[in-house]
DNA sequence: CACCAGGCAAGCC
DNA sequence: GGCTTGCATGGT
């Protein structure tokens, strides 16, 4: 059984014999686009307003400079702590492929996002590359987000929906997001106007969830499933982008493969884990250059 | 210089 | 329904 301990300490929180869970695995598996790794291998980055340093040592972590409060209120939630990923991962290691992709990125947990975040961030992910995804999110914070002060540094929350609302497209083109300025201004406008409600998506059944979320222009059927798992804690979806495809592709078919095959083959085989199965096979895939 | 990057929408048949 | 093409910007 894991045993792992909250401590508050030097107002920091510690946390020990954490299960699972590996900074590098959980940030470079390509869910969150706004924390980087700093020189002495921590993380730093922000959500839900708050700003965080985080370091981990073995299988101890430290949040650090975080009240009590916070830690429950936002960060606990945030890494999924209350989940058992190592249940998940023996129910889906029933075959090579999954077995070596859940052993490579064995710390991997999918981190419960705000949702509006989500929406902006996948939009802004298509047809593009994750380095100048984060970049482009970065400037859209600088320039339209709020200051936050944390351990002696300033950083930016992600701007909300009314402060986008007001935007002109070329205001908005300082970001360098291209031709999906249109795309974040529709989403803010459509939210910040109350013609679609955030609360209301949340109550609803996942394919209704998506379906409300299809009516945002930039949102089809990768970004919303993108938002369903990331943004709305459906750990069922499965998005298939051209990473996927080629690995399913290449481990499970053995040609090429439509989109729909693809994600036909991952609910019969991966069933309500989808969403975590296609992290496994993200982070796998990508830093061993599978299927390529 | 082409070609592509966590796709999508619009325009075709 | 499925299939093509243009789309902004930046990197190789």
């Known amino acids: 059984m894991y045993t792992m301990e909250i401590k508050y300490e030097g107002g920091n929180i510690i946390l020990t014999d954490v299960p699972d869970f590996d900074l590098r695995h959980i940030f470079d598996c390509g869910q969150a686009f706004r924390f980087d ?44 702590l209350d989940r058992d990923y190592g249940k998940i991962k023996s129910s889906l290691a029933h075959d090579d492929v999954m077995r070596q992709a859940t052993e490579y990125g064995y710390g991997i947990r999918i981190l419960k996002q705000e949702l509006w975040e989500t929406i902006i961030s996948f939009i802004i992910s298509a047809s593009n590359n994750i380095p100048r995804i984060k970049g482009i999110i970065e400037r859209l914070c600088a320039n339209f987000g709020n200051e936050i002060s ?28 291209g031709f999906r300025d249109k795309y974040i201004l529709d989403a803010a406008r459509k939210i910040a106007g109350g013609e679609m409600s955030l609360d209301y998506i949340r109550s609803l059944p996942t394919p209704e969830a998506k379906a409300e979320l299809m009516k945002i222009n930039g949102v089809g059927n990768k970004v919303s499933d993108c938002i369903l798992l990331f943004g709305l804690n459906r750990a069922d979806s499965f998005p298939v982008d051209v990473w996927i495809r080629r690995i399913m592709e290449h481990c499970y078919f053995g040609r090429e493969a439509s989109i729909k095959e693809v994600s036909e083959l991952a609910c019969e085989k991966f069933g309500e884990l989808g969403g975590f199965a296609q992290q496994y096979l993200f982070f796998w895939a990508r830093d061993n250059k599978i299927g390529t």
Not at 63 to 78: G, M, P, R, V
Not at 153 to 174: D, H, I, N, Y
């Open 37 to 80: 790794r700093e020189s002495d291998g921590s993380y730093f980055g922000a959500a839900f307003g708050h700003a965080l340093k985080i370091s981990q040592n073995g299988r101890d972590v430290m949040l650090h400079s975080t009240t009590e409060q916070e830690f429950n209120e936002i960060w606990y939630k945030f890494f999924d």
């Open 150 to 177: 944390y351990m002696g540094k300033t950083c930016f929350s992600f701007p909300t929906p009314e402060r986008l609302a007001a935007l002109t497209g070329s205001e908005l083109s300082v970001i360098r997001a």
